[in-house]
């Protein structure tokens, strides 16, 4: 039966075409708004996650107290060991160390005397361990505006804005001055081995970028660091998740007597994250539920109206002696054919769409620029998300309301008595 009325829909194109045209590109249009949604949402987290918070941060309970000041004298010891246990307990994310120190950046002439200086905010991230992923999720390539990136650990990327600012340039060398670990004075010179924008406003204004390794040296904080940062391999943030690794790992893990215990920290657990957090979720929940009832309401609209438009084939039928149950179930049966097949054409393009941006990415440099948040680091280019839900979504109103706007029209056929049927073939 399935066969006989899939050839029927095949060779009668006014059945068939034009309402898997319409099934294909309402679902396409449903997967691509909702991952683009999701991308969008998770391109805000993610760029906060990179620069302040990880999808989960580990400190210790004192440095957490006093983050705003960047105390690296109650930063982490043992770090080797502590990301060793991570990563075998925790095999999901893959965790870095990050050191986060300020001071003043010393730009000296040829001679060595100092002709600008200027307040940095530095970040000693895990350049040139093999596999680290830091310049990845940086997007240094694409953020590098001279030079090249750190080969050695007395290299340092500078921001664009700091570099114009000091006349510094890709080559020459800068000296920190700040305190160590132990509170002590320090120098340390560093090779300006290229300069970057992030294209984020004001937030990599007095930026500095250095190899783990050197801030170590720099700072005396040999197996030490301010926070580990975890990522999820995916870099997809899922807060659920987050927050019930958080708890699991600071029930077990975490003394709450000891203030140099380590603490975990969740992205929503950042200042003000939260309700961005929340409020993201329930936008997101609320756009995507009333998208999805429109276009539900579109196509059960799309299936009533052909289903009305063929009661002159329905009283031809039921006239030749076809029952009513048969007929019901026949034009039930090729709604879910057109219904199948334009969800799944749809699906695919929508997917198709949907990676195609998650891979590049829409600019909106020219509008974000100018914004600037201590607390939320808003993207410039805004990508989509292919999540597993979206593979069977668009069956929703792709299947679902074509097959219940078919089934509404199709109870008038058990109202129809063969008198008026026969009036309307005379006719």
């Given at each position: 039966m399935i066969k006989f009325l899939t050839k029927g829909l095949l060779r009668d194109r006014s059945r068939s075409l034009f309402p898997v045209l319409v099934i294909t590109l309402t679902v396409a249009l449903v997967v691509f708004a909702i991952g683009f949604m999701r991308g969008t949402m998770n391109s805000l987290f993610l760029d906060t996650a990179v620069i302040l918070t990880g999808h989960e941060k580990i400190v210790t309970r004192a440095y957490n107290e006093e983050s705003q000041l960047m105390p690296n004298d109650l930063a982490l010891l043992d770090v080797d060991q502590l990301i060793d246990s991570l990563e075998q307990d925790y095999p999901d994310f893959f965790w870095t160390p990050r050191i986060t120190f300020a001071g003043l950046l010393d730009a000296p002439d040829e001679n060595g005397e100092t002709i600008a200086q200027g307040p940095v905010?530095?970040?000693?991230?895990?350049?040139?361990?093999?596999?680290?992923?830091?310049?990845?999720?940086?997007?240094?390539?694409?953020?590098?505006?001279?030079?090249?990136?750190?080969?050695?650990?007395?290299d340092a990327l500078i921001s664009s804005k700091m570099a114009d600012q000091l006349?510094?340039?890709?080559?020459?060398?800068?000296?920190?001055?700040?305190?160590?670990?132990?509170?002590?004075?320090?120098?340390?010179?560093?090779?300006?081995?290229?300069?970057?924008?992030?294209?984020?406003?004001?937030?990599d204004k007095q930026m500095m970028l250095v190899d783990l390794s050197g801030a170590r040296l720099a700072l005396d904080m040999e197996n030490a660091a301010s926070a580990i940062f975890g990522?999820?391999?995916?870099?997809?943030?899922?807060?659920?998740?987050?927050?019930?690794?958080?708890?699991?790992?600071n029930k077990t893990e975490s003394d709450s007597l000891d203030v140099f215990s380590p603490f975990m920290l969740a992205l929503r657990d950042g200042n003000q994250m939260g309700q961005m957090v929340d409020i993201s979720g329930a936008m997101l929940a609320i756009m995507g539920g009333i998208f999805l009832v429109v276009v539900m309401v579109v196509l059960w609209n799309m299936g009533l109206m052909n289903g009305l438009?063929?009661?002159?084939?329905?009283?031809?039928?039921?006239?030749?002696?076809?029952?009513?149950?048969?007929?019901?179930?026949?034009?039930?049966?090729?709604?879910?054919?057109?219904?199948?097949?334009?969800?799944?054409?749809?699906?695919?393009?929508?997917?198709?769409?949907?990676?195609?941006?998650?891979?590049?990415?829409?600019?909106y440099t020219k509008g974000m620029e100018a914004l600037s948040n201590s607390s939320m680091v808003m993207p410039n280019i805004f990508y989509a998300q292919v999540t597993p839900d979206l593979f069977y979504i668009g069956f929703i109103p792709g299947v679902f309301a074509t097959v219940l706007g078919t089934m509404l029209a199709g109870l008038a056929i058990y109202k129809r008595e063969m008198a008026q049927l026969f009036k309307e073939l005379e006719t």
């Amino acid at each position: 039966m399935i066969k006989f009325l899939t050839k029927g829909l095949l060779r009668d194109r006014s059945r068939s075409l034009f309402p898997v045209l319409v099934i294909t590109l309402t679902v396409a249009l449903v997967v691509f708004a909702i991952g683009f949604m999701r991308g969008t949402m998770n391109s805000l987290f993610l760029d906060t996650a990179v620069i302040l918070t990880g999808h989960e941060k580990i400190v210790t309970r004192a440095y957490n107290e006093e983050s705003q000041l960047m105390p690296n004298d109650l930063a982490l010891l043992d770090v080797d060991q502590l990301i060793d246990s991570l990563e075998q307990d925790y095999p999901d994310f893959f965790w870095t160390p990050r050191i986060t120190f300020a001071g003043l950046l010393d730009a000296p002439d040829e001679n060595g005397e100092t002709i600008a200086q200027g307040p940095v905010i530095a970040f000693g991230i895990d350049f040139l361990s093999h596999g680290s992923r830091q310049v990845e999720i940086w997007e240094l390539e694409r953020s590098l505006v001279s030079g090249s990136l750190p080969e050695n650990r007395d290299d340092a990327l500078i921001s664009s804005k700091m570099a114009d600012q000091l006349n510094i340039r890709a080559g020459e060398s800068v000296t920190f001055i700040g305190s160590t670990m132990d509170n002590a004075f320090t120098t340390y010179n560093f090779n300006v081995s290229g300069t970057f924008n992030l294209r984020k406003g004001q937030t990599d204004k007095q930026m500095m970028l250095v190899d783990l390794s050197g801030a170590r040296l720099a700072l005396d904080m040999e197996n030490a660091a301010s926070a580990i940062f975890g990522f999820t391999h995916s870099l997809y943030y899922d807060d659920e998740a987050a927050v019930n690794l958080r708890d699991q790992y600071n029930k077990t893990e975490s003394d709450s007597l000891d203030v140099f215990s380590p603490f975990m920290l969740a992205l929503r657990d950042g200042n003000q994250m939260g309700q961005m957090v929340d409020i993201s979720g329930a936008m997101l929940a609320i756009m995507g539920g009333i998208f999805l009832v429109v276009v539900m309401v579109v196509l059960w609209n799309m299936g009533l109206m052909n289903g009305l438009r063929r009661y002159g084939e329905v009283g031809l039928r039921l006239a030749m002696g076809e029952s009513k149950g048969q007929v019901y179930r026949s034009m039930i049966s090729e709604a879910v054919i057109i219904g199948l097949a334009g969800t799944v054409i749809g699906t695919g393009i929508g997917l198709s769409l949907t990676y195609y941006v998650q891979e590049n990415g829409i600019d909106y440099t020219k509008g974000m620029e100018a914004l600037s948040n201590s607390s939320m680091v808003m993207p410039n280019i805004f990508y989509a998300q292919v999540t597993p839900d979206l593979f069977y979504i668009g069956f929703i109103p792709g299947v679902f309301a074509t097959v219940l706007g078919t089934m509404l029209a199709g109870l008038a056929i058990y109202k129809r008595e063969m008198a008026q049927l026969f009036k309307e073939l005379e006719t």
